[in-house]
């Protein structure tokens, strides 16, 4: 039986590219300006983002909260000493605290002789006490096969309306230079998919960048207005009742790290590297723990483009998300560095054999097949077929070709262009098992031809292979063959 309607075959990879790119810039220079203009909560998010560089540990926070009377201090009127600050949030009342045998003048001054006779007999409450640590909530760790939007949905429409309820807080894996990454440009990493679909962009500050190597920008209240479908559907806008806010915390991941192993051995990131790597996740759970955040949606934070094993980035997390014994004020003290205000964290991974890796280094955490948002990755899988088939394909030709020319100066142009294509062809198998970062193709993350030339006056932090530079060689490929 033939096909009744006429097929429609994907646009070139270039095309697609554009296409996206002019989306993004009409959500981003038109709709997104008009969400803010008219949603008061939304605008005050974006304006009150803030840059938290090097974060303190959490139970220094803690404990600062607690000697400074913590949300709940009181504060207490004293005859001649004007308004303080009662610290355990108790009032403190001259009647009752004073010793009912200190004798005080009518002038309202003490007796010197009293003074030093009861000092002893002070108590000076529960505030002189070493700040109670509370206990750590009980908590539950997920991985789920979906992207991140999807999976902050979930979560918030789980949680009971209520309107002293937490907004889910994600992980932006963001570009450490530049605002939004490459998502004016059709780049669909995971930022570029947050900026187009919610209000986080007008947030990401040109001040805060270069960002951090420890922290990152916190941002409260973006509005999600998109789902995770592409960016040209019509269907994919959210209706008022079905928009829902969260909280993001962007920051940057080490990129090209250093990796031991020899040729036939498993590459695993150095001493040097890991603990870095830790460094930058310990940093966003401080901020998280910060702000408060009970429900966290984390990811396959460096694993793809960036070159982090994926073992290891799973592991770094189990690590950092058990908890550390840090110094405290006190001299040769330490303080268990958990992270009591988290009562669930999930990592969103669309990847199914990354997020299997993931969940085998967390033991007994079973990968839960999740609402599958499009998130355009299963669009960028074709693209790659596509890419290296068509590489593959001239390969081939070319090499049939080469045997019967005959002219010394058009065969070595032909054979340099063929190493060219050969050479490509080996770059991408060899970045075929790690091209997704949270599950997304990263192979033109972040826009990387303007970063390229960022490295090139003094940056050396990126160097991503941008897909969309085979079309040159293959026109090249093109012409040749035409000569022949």
Not at 281 to 294: H, N, P, S, T
Request: glycine share 8%.
């Amino acid at each position: 039986m033939g096909r009744t309607e006429k097929s429609q075959g994907l646009a070139p990879p270039a095309i697609r590219k554009d296409i996206r790119a002019k989306q993004a810039r009409h959500i981003v220079n038109k709709v997104i300006p008009s969400i803010l203009a008219s949603n008061a909560r939304a605008r005050r998010g974006a304006d009150n983002s803030e840059l938290i560089a090097d974060p303190r540990p959490a139970s220094s926070q803690n404990v600062k909260k607690a000697d400074e009377g913590g949300e709940d201090a009181a504060y207490v009127k004293r005859k001649g000493q004007g308004r303080r600050k009662a610290k355990g949030g108790q009032v403190i009342d001259d009647a009752v605290s004073a010793p009912s045998n200190f004798k005080i003048k009518k002038s309202g001054k003490w007796r010197n002789d009293s003074l030093d006779e009861d000092l002893s007999s002070l108590n000076l409450g529960p505030a002189a006490a070493a700040a109670p640590t509370s206990p750590p909530r009980p908590r539950t760790i997920k991985v789920l096969t979906t992207d991140s939007l999807t999976a902050a949905q979930t979560l918030t429409f789980s949680l009971k309306a209520s309107k002293k309820s937490h907004n889910v807080c994600i992980l932006n894996m963001a570009s450490p230079l530049r605002p939004g990454g490459g998502v004016l440009t059709g780049a669909t990493s995971q930022e570029e998919f947050l900026c187009a679909r919610t209000t986080l962009l007008p947030s990401l500050k040109e001040s805060f960048y270069r960002l951090p190597e420890l922290g990152g920008v916190f941002t409260c209240d973006v509005l999600v207005f998109r789902n995770s479908g592409p960016l040209g559907e019509s269907s994919g806008e959210l209706g008022s009742a079905e928009r829902f806010y969260i909280d993001v915390v962007s920051a940057g991941m080490l990129r090209f790290p250093d990796l031991e192993g020899g040729e036939d051995e498993v590459k695993r990131l150095s001493k040097r590297d890991r603990a870095v790597v830790e460094g930058k996740m310990r940093g966003v759970l401080r901020i998280a723990e910060m702000k408060a955040c009970r429900k966290l949606v984390l990811g396959a934070w460096g694993c793809g483009a960036y070159g982090n094993p994926v073992v290891d980035v799973a592991e770094a997390w189990s690590k950092v998300l058990a908890g550390k014994e840090t110094a405290s004020a006190k001299k040769g003290a330490k303080v268990t560095e958990t992270w009591t205000e988290l009562e669930e964290v999930v990592f969103a991974i669309p990847n199914a054999k990354m997020a299997k890796e993931f969940a085998e280094v967390f033991g007994g955490v079973e990968v839960e097949p999740g609402p599958r948002g499009l998130y355009e990755d299963d669009e960028d899988d074709d693209e790659e077929d596509e890419v290296a088939q068509e590489l593959q394909a001239k390969i081939t030709e070319m090499e049939s070709q080469l045997s019967k020319v005959w002219n010394p100066d058009l065969k070595s142009r032909l054979a340099s262009v063929l190493d060219g294509l050969k050479e490509q062809l080996k770059e991408r198998q060899r970045e075929d098992d790690g091209n997704h970062e949270d599950g997304v193709d990263t192979s033109d993350d972040h826009d990387t031809s303007e970063e390229l030339i960022e490295l090139d006056e003094g940056d050396q932090d990126d160097s991503d292979v941008d897909t969309e530079d085979l079309d040159p060689i293959s026109d090249d490929v093109n012409s040749a063959a035409v000569k022949l």
